[in-house]
């Protein structure tokens, strides 16, 4: 070896697995997050969910990813989180 290392950027020591949560029985009473990654026609989709849900009396709050390129920053995240019961990513091209 040349004496190159390779170094974690995220300076994390090992993964950290965690239980997934069970899945809500029904969305009635909850506010659902749509997250707009930034993809091409992403935002159409959350539009159409955003209808659905509103027509099921569902409460909606939309949010966005600066790019689709990187990972959600921590603060988006966390906000969705505080904010929301759960997330609808949209997938789209």
Not at 42 to 59: F, Q
């Amino acid at each position: 070896m040349s004496g190159i290392r390779l170094r974690d950027p995220t300076s994390e020591t090992g993964s950290q697995r965690r239980a997934r949560l069970a899945p809500p029985s029904s969305l009635q009473g909850l506010t659902v997050a749509l997250l707009d990654i930034g993809k091409p026609r992403g935002s159409e989709y959350i539009d159409r969910l955003e209808i659905r849900l509103r027509e099921h009396g569902v409460t909606s709050k939309r949010y966005r990813k600066p790019t689709n390129t990187r990972v959600a920053p921590t603060d988006l995240l966390q906000r969705i989180a505080a904010e929301t019961q759960a997330v609808v990513i949209a997938l789209s091209d």
